[in-house]
Structure formats: C-alpha cells, structure tokens
C-alpha cells in the first residue's frame, strides 16, 4: 500500500492538471497593444545589435500595429539603411499584468519572425527575475526549424529525468545559462514551414503540479482551444509537448506570477556566437559575421522578421495582478480591483538600467542547438 501510494505522488505531480480555466485578459484586434510597457533602450539584456525602441518611435516607423486581418504585428526595421557600427530598430515589449500560479497562457500566431541573425521570443519572467523564475514558450534564432522552450530559475529546479512529453530534452538543470531546454519534435512549428502552414497556437500551463506547454499546427488545433473564449478546458488536449513536473522543481518555490514579454533582438549571446550562426547561415566563421551579413545595410533581408499574431488569452482561476507601490515597496494587487478604482495600466519607459541573469545565453545553448543542425544537416 505504501509503494501504491508513492506511484500516485508521483502521478499526481508528473502530469497537467485537468481543471477548467477563466478568462481573466485577452490582447487582440485594435486593442492589442493596450497594458504593455515598450522598453525604449538597447538591448542590455542579451547583447543583441538593435535598439528597442519606445511606443511613439515603434508607432511612427510601423513597427507594431493591427493589419486588415486583425492581427498584430511586431516587427524588425527592414527599410533603413543602417550604417556600420550602428544598431537596427526593432521592439520588445512586456505586459502591465502578471499572472499567478494557476494560468493558462494561449498565444495563436500565423507568422513568427526567421532569418539568419534573427532571435525572436514569447516569454514570461517573474516581478524581481531572474528571481521568480522565468518560462521561455517560443524561442529561435537564425534558420533554425524548430521550437525551443525552456525554464529558468534559481538554484534547486530540474526537469525530471523520464517524463511524458512528445518533445525532446537537452539540458535539465534549469539553473544553466541555457535553461531546462526541450526542443519541439512536431513539424512546422518554425521559420518559413509555420508560416506556410499557416501557422499554429501554443498554450502554457503554470500550475502546482508542474509548467506545461502545448503546441499545435493549425492543422490540428483542437476545438476547446480555438473555440474558447470565457473558459478553457484541459482535458482533451493529450501529451504536451514540454513537461516541468513538480516532482523535480517546486513551481511554488521557483516561480512567482509572470509577466509577458514578447521581443525580437538579432544577432546578439545565442543568434549571434560565431559556431551558432554558421550552423545554418554559413559566413566566414568569425565573431562579427552575424553583424557584417545582415545588420547593417539596407534591411531588406528583414522581410519575415516579424510576429503576426491572432491574440494571446490568459485564462486562469484567479485574478490577473498589476504592481503598484505601497508604503515604499512594490507589490502585486488585483488587476481587476486597480482597474475599478480608476487607476490607468499603461505605461511606457524611455530608459533602462541593464538587466542580466537566466536569459544572459552563452556558448553552452549555442553548441545545443548546433550539434542538433549538424545532425540534420548528416
């Protein structure tokens, strides 16, 4: 008995919890870009050759907005001509909100940003990161053709040495520059195969018994995702295609409610390393090739460097929070509660003091993902 109760432990944290989500935020049509924070300032956060530009700036040059379709868009500056020794304009933006431990994050796109240099992100991270941990949904760089997710949190989280998931491990200790990495094994979640496809929907699950994420081509994207709209339910949705258990990492230890971040920087510690970049887009194997190949000049080879977003729903079974200060400290209170008493959620930020920490990557993610190019390319 007591060995059949163990195994249920284990069960019990090893796999999603089948509960039934509300709505409590959804960016889409024209009010997508409403309760984001444009960060305006280079990037100091992963070395990338650009500048983030503020909402005005990014408003003025096209690089957000709604297109005819609905859909968002945020891009790279693909038409001036950028000189040597300068960066390339594009965005990085992070929500008002956070969402705390019992969300479900839905983010459905027909186009993600691809190219040699190019490294685009959906993210989420904690109110204090890289403390509060940090959950990397959709990430890649250059031509590579497949998803890599990934956590990233202080000391004491791994992902579990056997669990189900459709997807394939590399590193497990979530510790690492690279993070707890899995790299998505279904077709066209990636480069110019999404977008032919005609794209695809994510979701991530930030629950006690574990983070888990979802991906389905457009193809196959089951009905209680695409139909959802007060509520989202779990229960149909099969084997993910990335599994954090608790059993290895305490979700309520290491992760505290996320912020989004979405954002796209170029070159920079993983696009940008001299092994990574050669992996797919060649050049002649020194430091700077990333930068010479495609930063500078005209920007015309930033015609796919861009999101193309349906909407992003966060359904959860409590409220979505916002920061605010109180008695000289920053904390996180009631979205809902903040908005009713009139209080305005939107900011913008002109300058930034440099972040670093878990998504700092080095060599480490780079020689990853290009021992897993060289063997496709056997």
């Excluded at 650009?50 to 379709?69: F, G, H, R």
């Excluded at 204090?128 to 990430?139: L, M, R, S, T, Y």
């Excluded at 359904?315 to 916002?322: E, G, R, T």
């Excluded at 913008?348 to 780079?366: D, H, I, K």
């Amino acid at each position: 008995m007591r060995g059949t109760a163990a195994v249920a432990a284990v069960l019990l944290v090893s796999t999603p919890t089948l509960a039934t989500y509300s709505l409590v935020k959804e960016y889409s049509g024209t009010d997508f870009f409403t309760g984001w924070d444009f960060y305006g300032n280079y990037d100091n956060l992963t070395s990338g050759d650009v500048i983030w530009v503020d909402q005005a700036n990014a408003t003025t040059s096209k690089l957000v907005y709604v297109n005819d379709a609905g859909n968002a868009i945020i891009k790279v500056d693909n038409t001036t001509n950028v000189p040597y020794n300068e960066k390339r304009d594009t965005v990085r933006i992070t929500s008002d909100d956070y969402f705390p431990i019992g969300t479900v994050l839905v983010f459905d796109a027909t186009h993600l940003p691809y190219g040699c240099s190019v490294w685009p992100s959906f993210w989420t991270k904690g109110q204090n990161w890289p403390i509060g941990g940090e959950i990397d949904i959709i990430e890649g760089v250059n031509l590579m053709t497949a998803n890599q997710m990934a956590l990233h949190t202080q000391n004491g989280c791994t992902q579990a040495s056997s669990v189900t998931q459709s997807g394939t491990s590399g590193t497990t200790n979530c510790t690492v520059d690279a993070g707890c990495t899995v790299t998505e094994t279904q077709a066209n979640s990636y480069g110019e195969a999404f977008a032919t496809a005609g794209g695809g929907v994510w979701a991530a699950q930030i629950d006690t018994s574990g983070i888990f994420i979802w991906f389905w081509p457009r193809s196959s994207v089951p009905s209680s995702v695409s139909s959802a709209t007060d509520s989202i339910d779990l229960s149909t949705w099969g084997t993910p295609s990335a599994s954090y258990p608790a059993s290895s990492c305490d979700i309520s230890e290491f992760f505290t409610p996320q912020q989004l971040v979405l954002d796209i920087t170029l070159c920079g510690n993983w696009a940008g390393t001299a092994s990574v970049y050669q992996g797919t887009c060649g050049g002649d194997g020194t430091a700077t090739a990333c930068y010479i190949d495609n930063v500078i000049g005209n920007g015309t080879n930033y015609a796919n460097a861009y999101f193309e977003i349906a909407y992003i729903k966060a359904f959860s079974n409590s409220s979505a929070l916002v920061a605010t200060t109180s008695g000289g400290s920053t904390v996180l209170v009631s979205a809902t509660a903040t908005s009713s008493s009139g209080s305005s959620s939107s900011s913008q930020s002109n300058a930034r003091l440099p972040e670093v920490g878990a998504r700092a990557f080095v060599a480490v993610a780079g020689a990853t993902v290009l021992a897993a190019f060289s063997w496709v390319l056997l």
